[in-house]
């Protein structure tokens, strides 16, 4: 005989499962959906992060998001004014 709380943790294991394969499933179409560039840029930014490359960082998000901005001395955000 199997007792209720065994069956409790075997339906909360389907349920875990069904959460995940749906997240699974989810993410997998957002991945499809977002462009390839953008997506790489941002594993390499986290990456250099966690290796303490803000510097590197910074310098690439300033010269692609802010470039007029630097070009003028000034910035629009103060995260590029060094």
């Given amino acids: 005989m199997v007792h209720a709380s065994e069956r409790s943790r075997s339906s909360g ?9 749906q997240y ?3 993410l997998d179409g957002l991945l499809k959906a977002a462009d390839e ?3 790489l840029g941002l594993i ?3 990456q250099t992060l966690q290796s303490g490359g803000e510097d590197a960082v910074r ?3 300033c010269s692609t998001m ?3 901005a630097l070009s003028a001395g000034k910035s ?3 995260a590029c004014s060094g």
């Fill in 13 to 21: 294991k389907t349920t875990s499962r069904l959460r995940r394969e």
């Fill in 24 to 26: 699974r499933k989810k």
């Fill in 59 to 61: 310098g690439a998000l």
């Fill in 37 to 39: 560039g953008p997506f």
């Fill in 76 to 78: 629009q955000n103060s």
């Fill in 44 to 46: 390499w930014a986290t």
């Fill in 66 to 68: 802010w470039p007029d």
